[in-house]
Structure formats: C-alpha cells, structure tokens
C-alpha cells in the first residue's frame, strides 16, 4: 500500500469546512467544536493509515470521516446523566435517583429558577428575609410542629442537630438503633463528626426505659431516637416509644430528638401497606426535633427536613453548620410545591409520583402489564413473553421487609441468555433497567409510567434486542 497516496487522499481541512454537511454542524453546533471533532478525527485517521496494511479498510475510514466527524461532535454534548426507566419494580431506587418528581411541580421551579425570586427577600417589607420562610408555614401547617427548616439532605440534618444542641457533651442512643445507612453514614461516626458523645444504653435486642434513665448525668444533652428504617430486629424485642422518651427527658430538662428516616406524612395503613411511624405523630407525642429525608417516602426532592420546638429550630438556624448545609433554591421552590400537595391527602397520592407509585392498585398495575404485553406480543417468535406476579420494593431503606403486590411482564429470549437480554435493554437510547429472576427478564410494571410503557414498546420494535446477530 502506497501511504503517501493515503495521506493525500485525506480532504485539507479548509475543503472540509466548505462541505454542505460540515457547514449545516457548524450553523448547529458553532465552528469551534467542529475545527476541534475535524482535527481529532483527521489525526486518528493518518495514524490509522501509518499503522495499516489493508488500503480497502484505509479507504473505507476516508469515506466516512464526515460520519466519524458528526459522531463526535454529537458524543461531546451528549449528556452523560440520561432519563432511564425503571423497570425494577423498586419505587425508591437510591442508584436511580430516589424519588421522581412531577414534571408539573419542575416546571414550575424551572420558571421561578431562571428568573430572580423572593429566595432570601421579603417582598412586604424589602427587607432580607429567610429561605425557609416558602415552606416553613406549610410544615408547621401539615406536621404540627412550631417551626421548621431544610437542609441539604437527612445525613445533614442529624449533622447539624447533634452539634447544635450536644456538641461536647453526651447522647443517649439505644444500642438497637445504631444504624448504618447506605452510602456509610453510620451514627457512632455522624456522632463523633458532631462532636458530640454517644452513650450507648440496652442491648441490640431489648432497651428499658431505666436504661435510660441510668445513663443520664450532668454531661448529657439530649436523647435520640434513631428509626431502624433500613431493617428490623424481631423476636425478643422491646424498645422505648418516643412518648416514654419525652417523659425521661423532661424531668432532666433535656430534649429528645427523632430521626425518622423516610418522613412519612400520611397514614400508608389506609392503603393496604404496613403503619410507618408519620412525623405528625412523632410531634404530636411530644418529640423536639424530627428529622427526615425530602426524597424518601415524602416523593420530593434531595432535602433533610427539620420540625419541632421553636426553641431548638432557632438554635439550630443560629448554627454555622446550616449556612454550609443550607438547601439551594431550586430546592426550596420543589418542596413548597410538594408540600403544597399535602394540604390534601388526595392531592398528594394523586400528584406525587412516589406515593401514586406505591398506592397504585394490583389491579391496575396488572391492567398495565396486560396491555405491555400486548405491545410486544409481536416479539413472540423471539422471545417468550408472559405476565408474571412479582413483589415491588419500596427500597431507600424504607419499609424493608415488605413486597407489594405486583405485575411483570416476564422475557424469555430463544437465542440470547436473559443477562445479554437486560445488558442491551441497558444499552438502549432510554435505558430500561429490569431485573432478572429465573432466567427471566422481569419488567414490573408498577415502577412504569403509562408513556414510558410506549417508550419500551417503541425500542424493543426499532431496535434488535432478542436477536443473536445483534453484536453491540
Ligand atoms: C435515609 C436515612 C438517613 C439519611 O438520609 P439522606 O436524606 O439519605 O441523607 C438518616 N437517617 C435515617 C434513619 C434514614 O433512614
């Protein structure tokens, strides 16, 4: 093979430039970036010709260097964060994002975002005001408590608490409640970051409450109580309720703190789910501070949400730690459209996606997986395709334990393994994340949107999903 000849053949970048195709990236994409994709690519292709043999396949990558061109152009702004579907049947997948927030509710937010707001300003007076100010009325309003703020997420929350009201001195924690969290936030460890001291009382099965009226002295300055929200000691247990904790603590003159994990706002009973502790009842028991997660059970954005006695919230406002842990804007206006939801209890399950997920009907998630199947019925010479009964989780360490009633449409490739089967619904233009179960590709479809059911439908008739030749 002649490689001068080669080189030669490669068009001079000004001739490139003038090309209809190159000239229609540039109008989209701005000259710069494509200088940049024509130069990486015409470099790729002269060492491609310096190290080959073959002057077909050299000719081949001279005729689609405009492709090659356009391709990595595109590849520079394509994101890498994507929208994916979730088909896993898990309603609060931490590695999908937790909770889904209603595109009305972000629309909204995006309005206010991309313009000035009120964030830290109060318009009646002029004067500055505060970020917690948007949302603060409506928890007090839906949980009960005097006052309210938001931090940057739960792990946050219970940061700044124990440094605000016991840095230096003692906490009294039962030893069955020393959780560790996903993501390595364990108590003992957010205690000593705090700078607080853990005093462990009881053991891992049973606490009294003289356990923790022994372990009171002059160094104590609170009482936490820690939900096990991520798993369950059963058996010969016992436990002290938060009400006995707030008699313990008020003849000591000290407060007790809750921290309730997932922040449940309505009663899950009424829907057929397991009773989850709810903050209106932990205030109304008497707690000081609660604190709970924004996207766990509560279906709002990324927050840690504190309630409770007015006393205790200005400390914790006062403290240095809230100003590196303080919630953004985009937050702020998320969750006063969230908790504006739950002024109705109706509202709510109807409009936040977490909560309509979780309370959605067997029947009608079997409905869905019904009319999924149907879509892909046309698959069948590839693939067995049948309905299966499944369990959904709620996941976020919340509720563990507990299946929903649930409805998959079950694959089965003929000529590809089931792990090759959910690698390419992976590789797909909107990722479809399933599980396999007996070799089996399992869709459940309560964590499935009605558009996301013609989304998948859509890929698996454009795309070669069951075929053997298929080698992406
Ligand atoms: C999830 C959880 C946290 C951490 O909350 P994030 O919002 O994820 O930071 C802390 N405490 C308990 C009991 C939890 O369940």
Do not use: W
């Amino acid at each position: 093979m002649d490689r001068n000849a080669m080189y030669r053949r490669i068009p001079k970048v000004d001739i490139l430039l003038a090309d209809d195709d190159i000239q229609c990236l540039i109008e989209e994409y701005s000259r710069e970036v494509v200088m940049d994709a024509v130069r990486t690519q015409t470099d790729a292709l002269r060492r491609f010709i310096g190290r080959s043999e073959d002057e077909k396949s050299v000719q081949e990558r001279i005729d689609r260097l405009k492709c090659d061109i356009r391709r990595t152009v595109e590849q520079m702004y394509r994101p890498n964060m994507r929208r994916v579907i979730n088909a896993t049947g898990t309603v609060l997948h931490t590695n999908l994002g937790r909770a889904p927030l209603n595109p009305r509710h972000m629309q909204r937010a995006a309005e206010l975002i991309s313009g000035y707001s009120n964030l830290e300003y109060h318009l009646e007076s002029g004067v500055r005001g505060e970020r917690y100010a948007h949302f603060e009325k409506l928890l007090c309003k839906i949980t009960g408590a005097e006052a309210a703020m938001a931090v940057n997420n739960n792990a946050s929350s219970v940061l700044l608490i124990l440094n605000a009201l016991a840095h230096g001195g003692e906490v009294i924690v039962s030893r069955g409640e020393l959780v560790e969290i996903g993501g390595k936030f364990r108590i003992p460890d957010v205690m000593k970051q705090s700078n607080a001291i853990l005093r462990e009382v009881g053991t891992t099965n049973k606490t009294h409450p003289e356990d923790y009226e022994e372990a009171v002295t002059e160094e104590t300055k609170a009482i936490l109580k820690v939900h096990t929200s991520n798993y369950r000691i059963v058996g010969f247990t016992e436990s002290v309720g938060i009400e006995q904790l707030v008699s313990i603590a008020e003849k000591n003159g000290l407060p007790v703190i809750q921290d309730l994990g997932s922040g449940v706002l309505i009663n899950l009973e009424k829907y057929g789910l397991r009773h989850e502790p709810t903050v209106q009842e932990s205030v109304k028991k008497g707690a000081d501070l609660v604190c709970f997660s924004g996207d766990k059970l509560l279906g709002g954005p990324q927050a840690g949400i504190i309630v409770g006695k007015k006393k205790y919230i200005d400390m914790l406002k006062r403290n240095q730690l809230t100003r590196a842990l303080r919630i953004d804007k985009f937050t702020a206006a998320v969750l006063e459209l969230v908790l504006q939801e739950y002024l109705s209890e109706e509202n709510a399950v109807r409009n936040i996606p977490v909560l309509r997920m979780i309370t959605k009907p067997y029947a009608e998630v079997a409905e869905d997986a019904k009319c999924m199947l149907k879509q892909l019925e046309h698959k069948k010479n590839l693939a067995d395709i049948t309905l299966q009964p499944c369990e959904s989780q709620i996941g976020g360490g919340s509720l563990p334990l507990l299946g929903i009633a649930s409805m998959a449409v079950a694959i089965r490739p003929k000529e590809i393994s089931a792990g090759e089967l959910e690698r390419r619904l992976r590789h797909l233009p909107v990722p479809v994340i399933a599980r396999i179960v007996n070799d089996h590709v399992l869709l459940d479809m309560r964590t499935v949107g009605k558009d996301e059911m013609g989304q998948i439908a859509e890929q698996f008739a454009e795309h070669r999903v069951f075929e053997v030749s298929d080698n992406r």
